[in-house]
T-cell receptor
Framework: GAVVSQHPSWVICKSGTSVKIECRSLDFQATTMFWYRQFPKQSLMLMATSNEGSKATYEQGVEKDKFLINHASLTLSTLTVTSAHPEDSSFYIC??????????FGPGTRLTVT | AQSVTQLDSHVSVSEGTPVLLRCNYSSSYSPSLFWYVQHPNKGLQLLLKYTSAATLVKGINGFEAEFKKSETSFHLTKPSAHMSDAAEYFCVVSGVEDSNYQLIWGAGTKLIIKP
């Protein structure tokens, strides 16, 4: 149980385009979902926290207009990187939390912007 | 405020020898603590967690960790390293001060296994 999926697992896009990443909790309802970014050989950096039906809470330094988060249902959250640039290339990881303290992680999405 | 410090960025051991990955935390509350492992190009996997029950926690793949409140430590150990243990390990504390239970991540320790 407690499986979280992400789609796509990797994506290459051209500079200036937008890309959407989906995060789904497959066998539980996620009260809260989190989006992380991980640069090579570094730890995870929390980008934002989203509760279903509410606006996401962004961490300091994360541009909310660039990284659009939608948490429309208890099993789906999406992260859209708008007007992507090469510096947005990274590994994006989502996690989902049911009505408890533990988070369950997706496998991650590797974004490369050319 | 809560924080996590992983004392070593890299740890190198020979196959078959013990593993020790060190982690210290800071928390005003009784924390929940986790160790996650990340293999190259793979997702995060929960190794073990401490949630105020037994202070010695056993996890998967032969790993265990001991919560020591007096030392504010939660070191990860394994008696005998295997080549497949080579990965990045993260010590994490749950932000119980935050109703969303945000995770506070350590910087990670890369475990290198020498044949």
């Amino acid at each position: 149980g407690a499986v979280v999926s992400q789609h796509p697992s990797w994506v290459i896009c051209k500079s200036g385009t937008s890309v959407k990443i989906e995060c789904r909790s497959l066998d539980f309802q996620a009260t809260t979902m989190f989006w992380y970014r991980q640069f090579p050989k570094q730890s995870l950096m929390l980008m934002a926290t989203s509760n279903e039906g509410s606006k996401a809470t962004y961490e300091q330094g994360v541009e909310k207009d660039k990284f659009l988060i939608n948490h429309a249902s208890l099993t789906l959250s999406t992260l859209t990187v708008t007007s992507a640039h090469p510096e947005d290339s990274s590994f994006y990881i989502c996690s989902a939390r049911p009505n408890s303290y533990e988070q369950y992680f997706g496998p991650g999405t590797r974004l490369t912007v050319t | 405020a809560q924080s996590v410090t992983q004392l070593d960025s890299h740890v190198s051991v020979s196959e078959g020898t013990p593993v020790l990955l060190r982690c210290n935390y800071s928390s005003s509350y009784s924390p929940s603590l986790f160790w996650y492992v990340q293999h190259p190009n793979k997702g995060l996997q929960l190794l073990l967690k401490y949630t105020s029950a037994a202070t010695l926690v056993k996890g998967i793949n032969g790993f265990e960790a001991e919560f020591k409140k007096s030392e504010t430590s939660f070191h990860l150990t394994k008696p005998s390293a295997h080549m497949s243990d080579a990965a990045e390990y993260f010590c994490v504390v749950s932000g119980v001060e935050d109703s969303n239970y945000q995770l506070i991540w350590g910087a990670g320790t890369k475990l290198i296994i020498k044949p």
